[in-house]
């Protein structure tokens, strides 16, 4: 069987109200504080979905909707800018398990 490359796999991940586009932030990030005080921006790097992004200016921008629920932004930021909660089931853009 042919090995999947991350972005292949994460191209095979079904959201929950995916059509939706008012659909909940589950992930609040208070980018004040990214692009003011924080030393490292970590959460740019060890995002496996790529939700943390630097743009030319070199300003972060956070969007929860290609978000895996894997939680690592969660504990990477030491910084107190990451509100973090599961998606809310009916307004929420959760990730679709496969078993429950
Ligand atoms: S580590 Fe926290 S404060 Fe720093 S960029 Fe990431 S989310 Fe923002
Ligand atoms: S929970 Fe994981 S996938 Fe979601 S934003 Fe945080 S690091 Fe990225």
Redo the contacts with the bound molecule.
């Keep these: 069987m042919k090995r999947l490359s991350i972005s292949e796999r994460l191209g095979l991940v079904s959201y929950r109200n995916q059509a939706r586009t008012d659909a909940k932030a589950h992930?609040e990030v208070d980018t004040d504080i990214c692009n003011s005080t924080c030393p490292h921006q970590c959460?740019t790097y060890?995002?496996?979905?790529k939700?943390?992004t630097l743009d030319e200016a070199g300003e972060l921008h956070f969007q929860?909707e290609?978000?895996?629920?894997?939680?690592?932004?969660?504990y990477?930021c030491d910084q107190g800018a990451?509100k973090?909660s599961y998606p809310d089931p009916e307004t929420g853009r959760g990730v679709n398990w496969n078993f429950g």
Excluded: L, N
């Design positions: 992930i959460t060890v995002c496996p979905a939700c943390y929860f290609d978000c895996i629920e894997c939680g690592t932004c969660m990477a990451v973090w």
